[in-house]
């Protein structure tokens, strides 16, 4: 029987005051976690630019997520790690880019 981490997972969720639903490999509760740490991120950014779009937002929650990623990549992490780092980095900006496309289209 195959984990359920590893079949893709279906969950609504909503972020930022839009309601998103992922289809993702991790588990409901990563995604939910991640989900959570991407609304917390965009509050941040929104406090201090209270007159930006929720678009504006979202790329600059983007650029914030990868300076972080880049930062962790100049570390002295175990290439294995960097790798899995990159490829969830990559996976919540795929899903950040979708929801903007969603917003302008």
Known sequence: MADSASSPQKI????????????GEASPDYIHTVAEYVEARMKE?????????????????????????????DKSLDPNQSKEI????????????????????
């Open 12 to 23: 609504t969720k909503q972020i930022f005051g839009e309601t998103y639903t992922i289809v």
């Open 45 to 73: 950014i929104a406090q201090g630019l209270p007159q930006a779009s929720k678009t504006k937002i979202a790329v600059l929650c983007a650029l914030n997520l990868a300076d972080e990623l880049f930062q962790l990549k």
């Open 86 to 105: 990159e490829d969830r980095t990559q996976k919540i900006i795929s899903l950040l880019e979708e929801g903007i496309i969603g917003d302008i289209y």
